[in-house]
């Protein structure tokens, strides 16, 4: 069994910043990359970032320049850092697990449960 757990989310005014964290938990991991989704209030899931186990890092266009993926593999956590926020990154953001090449919401192999970011105007 594998636990996936986020927290960090929260209330922020646009152009702040919040750093989101997840944990996966229950076993061992040889090698899995550790993703970001999000869905926005009445819209579907879509892919924010990605870390692999070596480091490599994948972002969407919509945030790239303004959010930092990076990973702890001792802990097996993942951090998003997001700056220079804009209301419409409002969305419950969700981690993932995944050991396959695939990006996509429905090749996710684990998710957490989600944390709420709301950006105010």
């Known amino acids: 069994q594998v636990q996936v757990v986020e927290s960090g989310g929260g209330l922020v005014q646009a152009g702040g910043s919040l750093r989101l964290s997840c944990v996966a938990s229950?076993?061992?991991?040889?090698?899995?990359?550790m993703n970001w989704f999000r869905q926005p209030p009445e819209k579907e899931r879509a892919f924010v970032a990605a870390?692999?186990?070596?480091?490599?890092?994948y972002y969407s266009d919509f945030v790239k320049g303004r959010f930092t993926i990076s990973r702890d593999n001792a802990k097996n956590t993942v951090y998003l850092e997001m700056n220079n926020l804009k209301p419409e990154d409002t969305a419950v953001y969700y981690c993932?697990?995944?050991?396959?090449?695939?990006?996509?919401?429905?090749?996710?192999?684990?998710w957490g449960t989600g944390t709420l970011v709301t950006v105010s105007p």
């Open positions: 993932t697990v995944s050991e396959g090449s695939s990006f996509a919401a429905s090749d996710m192999d684990y």
């Open positions: 229950g076993r061992t991991f040889s090698s899995y990359r």
């Open positions: 870390s692999s186990w070596s480091g490599n890092t």
